[in-house]
């Protein structure tokens, strides 16, 4: 499994940047890909980010899966 994310952006008017994470997939490989977007909530106390622990607002999606055979 390969995962990456982004550092933690402001959720302010500011535009940001195009990301681009890269991951390592294995040539010829016959595994399913999955693609998943997450989006992740923080509250910055004190100079020090905190995850906010209820998910309410958290976000998880299936985006793509790719190689995948129903049998």
Same mark, same amino acid.
């Given at each position: 499994?390969?995962? =990456?994310? +982004?550092? *933690? !952006?402001?959720?302010? +008017?500011?535009? #940001? /940047? /195009?990301? #681009? !994470?890269?991951?390592? *997939? #294995?040539?010829? +490989?016959?595994?399913? @890909?999955? @693609? *998943?977007?997450? &989006?992740?909530?923080? =509250? ?7 995850? @906010? ?5 958290? /976000? !998880? +999606?299936?985006? =793509? *899966?790719?190689?995948?055979? &129903?049998?």
């Amino acid at each position: 499994m390969d995962a =990456q994310e +982004s550092a *933690v !952006l402001p959720l302010d +008017s500011t535009q #940001t /940047a /195009a990301l #681009t !994470l890269v991951n390592e *997939v #294995t040539a010829n +490989s016959t595994h399913p @890909l999955f @693609l *998943v977007l997450g &989006i992740e909530f923080y =509250q910055n106390v004190n100079g020090v980010d905190y995850p @906010l622990k209820n998910g309410t607002f958290n /976000a !998880l +999606s299936l985006v =793509q *899966v790719s190689g995948y055979a &129903i049998l």
